[in-house]
Nanobody
Framework: QVRLVESGGGLVQAGGSLSLSCAASGSVLRLGAMGWYRQAPGKQRELVAY???????DYGDAVKGRITISVDDVEKTGFLLMNSLKPEDTAVYYCNAILTPLSTEIPDNYWGQGTQVTVSS
């Protein structure tokens, strides 16, 4: 079964750094894109960063200049480095990817289970 497995996150002080990782597991034929969204309590889910294997990258306005995303389409993994974290970055971060399973050969959208990031002031 194809799924995304997330790691990283946790508690960090304001101004600190944190990294998140995401890996596609199962029989995956192809990775098309990977990124992260986040959702804070009482707020809508918002874009953090997203990168396609063709090289297009998009960052959310709230994190531009503080976050770097990298994606490995061979290993089918992604890495998010967050610097200068602020209390308002506190949220559950969800990995998202376009994966083509070997079984269907049809691209589909997948979500990770989410990981908590808490930034203390």
């Amino acid at each position: 079964q194809v799924r995304l497995v997330e790691s990283g996150g946790g508690l960090v002080q304001a101004g600190g750094s944190l990294s998140l990782s995401c890996a596609a597991s199962g029989s995956v034929l192809r990775l098309g894109a990977m990124g992260w969204y986040r959702q804070a309590p009482g707020k809508q889910r918002e874009l953090v960063a997203y990168k396609t294997v063709m090289g297009s990258t998009d960052y959310g306005d709230a994190v531009k200049g503080r976050i770097t995303i990298s994606v490995d389409d061979v290993e089918k993994t992604g890495f998010l480095l967050m610097n200068s974290l602020k209390p308002e970055d506190t949220a559950v971060y969800y990995c998202n990817a376009i994966l083509t399973p070997l079984s269907t050969e049809i691209p589909d959208n997948y979500w990770g289970q989410g990981t908590q990031v808490t930034v203390s002031s």
